[in-house]
């Protein structure tokens, strides 16, 4: 429970957008595709509208009395096609929605990031093509159930574009310095610069290296004795010389 936390939290606020407006999403189209006015008209005092599924006819006689029909076999082929574009777009709706809440809870995988983009301008196209082919062939008393099939298809070609934009910061994220990432044991694929980073039984270990001053602890390096050495050489030799000139004087 804890990691799944973790996961959220370090979570984009792009993807926590992405997954509320999806639900606005799916909510909108459940209604789009579940009502029957996706045409309304009136004739002869008879209100007439009919969705994908069925088609009621209203009559106002002390009160209003609709009689509906649902549409089976007699269903022209272009009416199932727009009935079977809008199902599928409906079914990658929830699936995207379920790959987004594995990437919040469990895993931000970019195999799972990436079907989900895949699969959200997928879900936009086949709710587009419906509500293109049913406008098509019903041009006039197109009413609110179209309309709102229309926005979740916009929608949807947002909630993609969002789904690239978590992609890019993932991206980012994975490539900012100081985060080093190992395919096997000991072996460093990226490192921060100026720094050594080894990977010891898939555990990161950033040795500590002594200041500039180390040798007052370790010794002198191998050449500082030599230095000394000649410098102590030096200066005996002038001391010899010194006491030459003053025997000779």
């Known amino acids: 429970m804890v990691d799944n936390c973790k996961i959220f939290a370090s979570s984009s606020k792009v993807l926590k957008a992405t997954a509320v407006l999806l639900g606005v999403v799916f909510i909108v189209h459940c209604v789009g595709i579940g009502t029957d006015f996706w ?20 009559f106002t006689f002390f009160g209003e009395t609709c009689y509906c029909v649902s549409f089976h076999s007699p269903a022209p082929g272009w009416l199932k096609g727009v009935q079977a574009l809008e199902v599928i777009g409906l079914i990658a709706i929830i699936f995207v929605g379920l790959m987004i809440f594995m990437q919040l809870f469990f895993t931000q995988c970019t195999t799972i990031k990436i079907w989900g983009i895949l699969l959200m301008f997928f879900s936009a196209v086949c709710i587009l093509a419906g ?36 992609r890019r910061i993932s991206l980012r994220n994975a490539q900012v310095p100081g985060q080093a990432r190992y395919a096997s044991q000991g072996q460093v694929i990226q490192s ?20 500039s001053y180390a040798h007052a602890q370790y010794g002198p390096p191998p050449s500082y004795p030599v230095a000394m050495q000649h410098g102590q050489f030096v200066q005996q030799q002038d001391q010899f010389q010194h006491t030459q000139q003053k025997n000779a004087e």
């Open 131 to 166: 509500v293109t082919l049913y406008g098509a062939m019903m041009l006039h008393d197109l009413n609110f159930s179209f309309g709102l099939c229309v926005i979740s298809s916009i929608l949807c070609f947002v909630c993609a574009f969002l789904l690239i934009q978590d």
């Open 192 to 211: 921060p610069p100026a720094q050594v980073v080894i990977a010891y039984s898939n555990q990161t270990q950033q040795p500590v290296y002594p200041p």
């Open 39 to 58: 045409v309304h008209s009136d004739h002869f005092g008879a209100r007439v509208h009919s969705g994908l599924w069925r088609y009621c006819s209203c």
